[in-house]
């Protein structure tokens, strides 16, 4: 039988809680101040980077794919609800065929902003890549209805 000593357990409780906080906490990165113009940097350093993640010109080691999705992971957590980041993040994921991550940021950004015609498609082109035409058909047939003017939906369906 275990027998607690109840102030005892209470202090070492009390000590442990603020260790544990702060390692939950996450530091935030003030070099980060506007989030659009890290945005744009990190796609320009993409669209410099050849298709197998080597750079293509004197960028450096840090252009390469993998490290420039890294850091715009580090924005999206950094600013969860940016669009751009968001958007950003779903399609270096889904070009480094991780879609289980592509989807996790398209449906971050579709509830933010539902009518966002560009992750509606990103997302419907994922599900019927997997199979799931159903939820393709629906998912486009009720942002149609939010945004009926945009041409890359209804081509889509």
């Not at 004197?58 to 600013?79: C, H, M, N, T, V």
């Not at 940016?82 to 950003?88: E, I, K, R």
């Not at 289980?100 to 933010?112: G, I, M, P, T």
């Amino acid at each position: 039988m275990i027998r607690f000593r109840f102030p005892q357990t209470i202090v070492l409780l009390a000590l442990a809680s603020p260790l544990v906080a702060c390692q939950t906490m996450r530091p935030r990165d003030e070099t980060i101040a506007d989030p659009d113009a890290a945005i744009a940097e990190i796609q320009g350093l993409w669209a410099a980077t050849s298709p197998e993640g080597a750079s293509t010109g004197d960028l450096g080691s840090s252009a390469s794919k993998d490290a420039l999705r890294r850091r715009a992971e580090s924005i999206s957590f950094q600013y969860p609800s940016h669009g751009p980041t968001l958007m950003l993040c779903a399609v270096l994921a889904y070009e480094a065929c991780d879609t289980v991550a592509a989807q996790r940021h398209l449906d971050d950004l579709l509830s933010n902003d539902p009518g966002n015609a560009d992750a509606v498609s990103l997302r419907a082109r994922i599900a019927m890549e997997e199979g799931n035409v159903g939820y393709a058909r629906r998912l486009l047939e009720d942002r149609i209805a939010i945004r009926p003017d945009h041409g890359g939906m209804r081509e889509l369906l």
